[in-house]
């Protein structure tokens, strides 16, 4: 368990650099509708994404099996207005939350990452299989970014 745990971790301290690459002296993005994303509507989902699973994961590790309530993207896009926001700050918020999860999860012992909680779209799930979806989310949303700015 150690490797895929290392893998996960590995993983995930990846995807702050890509984007950074990526999208950091791109001055030509321009913020779009809460229900058209465009690249910073994805990197601000992505950062709220992460803050919505580390608090899960939180809920993980001080309740027994809690219940992880499932949450609306668009309207955590019109709450938060995304498409006030520029790149560079939806980047270094993505950045910063990815932080605080990596040091959540290096910080774990190993029996933490088979904690459990009920989520009502995916029944019960390991906080290192919420870790797991952080990837899958991280790979969907790389490639929608390449899509729109290539």
Do not use: C
């Amino acid at each position: 368990m150690i490797d895929a745990v290392n893998e996960l971790i590995d993983e995930l301290s990846q995807t702050p650099e890509t984007l950074k690459q990526r999208l950091a002296d791109r001055n030509d993005i321009e913020p779009q509708t809460a229900e058209n994303w465009g690249p910073i509507e994805i990197v601000a989902h992505m950062a709220t994404t992460e803050q919505v699973q580390r608090n899960r994961m939180h809920a993980m590790l001080t309740q027994h099996v809690p219940y992880l309530k499932d949450w609306d993207p668009i309207d955590a896009a019109r709450e938060k207005d995304y498409s006030s926001m520029d790149m560079k700050t939806v980047l270094a918020e993505f950045v910063d939350q990815r932080g605080d999860t990596l040091v959540l999860l290096v910080n774990l012992a190993l029996k933490d990452w088979d904690r459990t909680g009920m989520s009502d779209t995916l029944g019960e799930v390991s906080l290192e299989d919420l870790a797991g979806e952080l990837i899958d989310n991280d790979q969907k949303y790389l490639a929608q970014l390449n899509e729109l700015l290539s």
